[in-house]
């Protein structure tokens, strides 16, 4: 064999690689392009749910606060309620003392049985919402009571609660009005 047979063409191999490279290159050069597109089509799929969740986000952010403000406007509304029968009880007490043909002693016991009804009722509301009187029979703490006055009492220790002027409320644990009272020396 001669050297020249030994010899590789170039000129036929060069152009059949270099078809192949291109070949290559352009198949390659495809999948980057689909796979690009693949990626922009889930990016912007990302960014449109990103949207979504951020604006629903606000909405509800809005929707509580709305909501927070509503119930700070209308938090008294039980309470309120609650206390319109005893209005109605009232009502009642001054239409019968308008009752005409009864005797003065009479309507007077009536009256006094319809305040206490009333009054019962009304505490009764108030200690549903946490409202309670401060017990006379306590141990004077200076947090709920106030001494108004100090007298020898020999059936009293010093420092003991010997009479209430006026009684005293606390909302659940906080003092709403000290209770007024009396101690002995």
């Known amino acids: 064999m001669s050297q020249e ?10 152009p059949n690689d270099e078809e192949m490279i291109e070949e290559m290159v352009s198949e390659e050069a495809e999948e980057v392009g689909s796979d690009l597109e693949r990626v922009q089509m889930e990016l912007d799929q990302l960014k449109d749910k990103y949207t979504r969740v951020h604006a629903d986000f ?10 927070k403000y509503q119930a700070l406007e209308y938090a008294q509304e039980k309470f309120a309620k609650d206390l319109i029968p005893v209005v109605d009880s009232l009502e009642m007490a001054v239409k019968a003392a308008d009752a005409e043909g009864m005797e003065a ?3 007077l016991a009536k009256v006094k049985e319809g305040v206490e009804l009333t009054m019962k009722q009304f505490l009764s509301a108030l200690e549903k919402h946490g409202i309670t009187a401060v017990g006379e029979e306590e141990p004077f703490d200076p947090n709920v009571h106030h001494a108004v006055q100090q007298v020898d009492s020999p059936e009293h220790e010093s420092g003991e609660i010997v009479s209430t002027f006026q009684k005293g409320y606390k909302y659940k644990e906080r003092t709403l009005r000290d ?3 009396v101690i002995a020396n």
């Open 105 to 107: 002693a009479e309507l």
């Open 58 to 67: 606000d909405n509800i952010k809005k929707r509580l606060e709305r909501e």
């Open 5 to 14: 047979e030994n010899k590789p063409n170039n000129e036929e191999t060069l």
């Open 179 to 181: 209770a007024m009272v």
